[in-house]
């Protein structure tokens, strides 16, 4: 059975930063593409950033030079780190594989605000 947690979201200001971490459980971590994904309110869920397993990563015109993805396939684990964060960046983020699974987690609430 699929598990996907998110955490480390929170409240920021204009221009900090955040490290979103998702553990994963139930899968064969290491062959899939993984991806972030986000949620603003109001809008549909959007595709952030992805990273293949053999490391090939891809972002979001949107987020290029200020989020970086990783992965660590001994701890079926991935990351995003979030710099130089901006109001419009403010969304719940998930992870899950590219294309993703019908299955998504909770979810991690971002919000950056002066």
């Known amino acids: 059975q699929v598990q996907l947690a998110e955490s480390g979201g929170g409240l920021v200001q204009p221009g900090g930063s955040l490290r979103l971490s998702c553990a994963a459980s139930g899968i064969i971590f290491s062959i899939y593409t993984m991806g972030w994904y986000r949620r603003a309110p109001g809008k549909q869920r959007e595709l952030v950033a992805t990273?293949?397993?053999?490391?090939?990563?891809k972002y979001a015109d949107s987020v290029k030079g200020r989020f970086t993805i990783s992965r660590d396939n001994a701890k079926n684990t991935v990351v995003l780190q979030m710099n130089s964060l901006k109001p419009e960046d403010t969304a719940v983020y998930y992870c899950?594989?590219?294309?993703?699974?019908?299955?998504w987690g909770q979810g991690t609430q971002v919000t950056v605000s002066s």
């Open positions: 899950n594989k590219y294309p993703p699974f019908d299955y």
């Open positions: 990273i293949a397993s053999g490391g090939y990563i």
